[in-house]
C-alpha cells in the first residue's frame, strides 16, 4: 500500500495563489504517474495535473498557465502550484499515486472566494 498525505488547501480569494503539497510512503519515481484530481460538489472527478515517471506533464485545459504541477524526488513529494484562481477552481483536490493499481489521499478542501 501506498499512503499519500495531502496538505496545503484553503480559503483565497479570487486571483490569489495556493500551493498544494503531496508526500508519499514510496518512492515516487517508482509511480508510472503521480498526479492531481478534483472534484466539486455535483460533479465528477477530474484530472487537474499529472506528471509521469519521465517528468512529463499534462494539464486540463482550464487551467493550462495558471497551475503547475512539480516534484521533489528526494522527499518523496509533488506539488501543484496553483496561481490566478478562480471561484470555479473550489474543489477538493486528491493525489494519485498510479501503478498496477491507483492509491489516493485523503483530499484537501480548496475554496476560492469571490
Known amino acids: 500500500q501506498v499512503q499519500l498525505v495531502e496538505s496545503g488547501g484553503g480559503l483565497v480569494q479570487s486571483g490569489g495563489s495556493l500551493r498544494l503539497s503531496c508526500a508519499a510512503s514510496?518512492?515516487?519515481?517508482?509511480?508510472?504517474?503521480m498526479g492531481w484530481y478534483r472534484q466539486a460538489p455535483g460533479k465528477q472527478r477530474e484530472l487537474v495535473a499529472s506528471i509521469t515517471r519521465g517528468g512529463n506533464t499534462n494539464y486540463l485545459d482550464s487551467v493550462k498557465g495558471r497551475f503547475a504541477i512539480s516534484r521533489d524526488i528526494g522527499k518523496n513529494t509533488i506539488y501543484l502550484q496553483m496561481n490566478g484562481l478562480k471561484p470555479e477552481d473550489t474543489a477538493v483536490y486528491y493525489c494519485?499515486?498510479?501503478?498496477?493499481?491507483?492509491?489516493w489521499g485523503q483530499g484537501t478542501q480548496v475554496t476560492v472566494s469571490s
Open positions: 494519485n499515486y498510479q501503478t498496477a493499481k491507483n492509491f
Open positions: 514510496r518512492n515516487i519515481d517508482s509511480a508510472y504517474a
